[in-house]
């Protein structure tokens, strides 16, 4: 177990950033650089049916079912290698304090750059124990390398200790889940397990199987450009008329202001001049119903400011990205009192929660691979006052290890 942080330290040092803006896959060829990583340390702990998709940048091994245990269910672990673009992953400079006091965090005494209790409170839970933090200038990478750290760890784990009872065991690793196409070229087929987890969640004892209904829209606004001295009742600005679209949303319906299973409509782009306007939302929502009725609506709106300012003024590009992973997980909780069963033989009181957001494992579930999300030790995720705590982390490996023995 000792080895997860040592892992964790030297994957996130090395920059897997992924791009919205790439046609490629994956999006950054620099996840090559992890996913070559990976590649070698799986063949030098003794793992075995070892698959390099270098044309996509997956990576897939076995940890072999121990004797006797041929026959039990094969338990995949999965984790993506690549970190959000929301802010650069590019040389960052981890620091740990050994027994964090439960106060603020300085990242930066000269930029002033902290990490407040009073905005992140959920830090309190780890005062006492060990957490990494960043220097306030790049994100960390606890999501999702905490996840590799910990499922390679795992690995190694379980082929050094042959005493263990246990199924096999596949290991994959992902490209891209930032971007939404981590589960684009998986191959449910050759990963061949029964069921799977992504660890790809927050603090210990989270444990997921509920994600939201997500949809991407682009809303393109033409405008017309003339000279603001002799602009009335010519100029029509895409800027000025995009900002009106935006008004039109539920003002309450916002990221900012809901939580738990409240749905919402996020505007995350704006760029545009009086000729042209592009605007980027997500949008989500647990409930299926209420994700069509959101979509709906969005598609109601450009609709009347078609009518009001002629026809192919708004255009509105709207795909769905996944789906809640319910539906197929509720058919097969056995996999999710599987993991509440081993997190309390460990004295962790299991938190089933809603995902405000999606994993892989949304996307797989639909493939044929039934994919709950376990925690990982770390929060903050996408942004400068990024953790991992290592207390946490070390205590899910033993989960990992926990889940992949086999059961009476």
């Not at 981890?94 to 905005?119: F, H, W």
């Not at 957001?357 to 996307?363: E, I, K, M, Q, V």
Request: charged share 30%.
């Amino acid at each position: 177990m000792e080895h997860v942080i040592e892992r964790f330290l030297e994957y996130i040092r090395i920059d897997t950033e992924s791009s919205e803006d790439s046609a490629s896959m994956p999006s950054t060829m620099k996840q090559h650089d992890l996913a070559s990583l990976l590649v070698k340390q799986l063949q030098e702990m003794g793992a075995e049916e070892i698959t390099y998709d270098k044309e996509h940048c997956y990576v897939y091994a076995s940890v072999p079912a121990s004797a006797g245990c041929e026959e039990a269910p094969v338990i995949g672990f999965i984790a993506h290698m690549d970190t959000s673009p929301a802010i650069t992953g590019a040389g960052v400079k981890p620091r740990i304090i050994e027994n964090y006091d439960g106060e603020d965090i300085v990242l930066d005494q000269e930029k002033q750059i902290i990490t407040r209790v009073a905005d992140f409170p959920e830090l309190k839970s780890c005062k006492g124990k060990g957490i990494i933090v960043t220097d306030g200038t790049t994100l960390l990478g606890a999501d999702d390398k905490a996840g590799v750290a910990e499922i390679m760890t795992m690995a190694e784990y379980l082929l050094k200790h042959t005493e263990i009872s246990h199924g096999k065991i596949r290991v994959g690793f992902t490209p891209d889940e930032e971007v939404g196409a981590g589960a684009d070229h998986f191959d449910v087929k050759l990963f061949g397990a029964d069921f799977a987890y992504t660890v790809d969640g927050g603090r210990l004892g989270e444990l997921e199987y509920e994600n939201f209904n997500a949809a991407g829209a682009k809303v393109t606004v033409y405008g017309s450009s003339v000279h603001p001295g002799s602009a009335k009742d010519k100029m029509r600005n895409a800027v000025l008329m995009a900002q009106e679209f935006q008004s039109m949303l539920p003002a309450a319906e916002n990221p900012m202001y809901t939580c738990g299973y409240e749905g919402f409509y996020h505007l995350d782009a704006l760029n545009g001049t009086v000729e042209k306007a592009v605007s980027k939302y997500i949008i989500r929502d647990h409930d299926r119903e209420k994700f069509e009725k959101r979509k709906e609506n969005f598609l109601r709106i450009g609709c009347y400011l078609n009518e009001k300012y002629g026809e192919g003024t708004f255009e509105i590009d709207m795909k769905d990205s996944y789906y809640n992973m319910r539906e197929v997980i509720e058919k097969n909780m056995h996999i999710v009192d599987r993991a509440k069963k081993a997190m309390e033989e460990l004295g962790v009181e299991p938190e089933v929660v809603p995902i405000r957001g999606g994993t892989d494992g949304a996307r797989l579930s639909f493939m044929g691979l039934p994919c709950p999300n376990l925690c990982t030790g770390g929060g903050n995720f996408h942004g400068k006052n990024e953790y991992a705590c290592i207390d946490e982390m070390e205590t899910i490996v033993k989960l990992l290890v926990k889940l992949a023995e086999k059961q009476e």
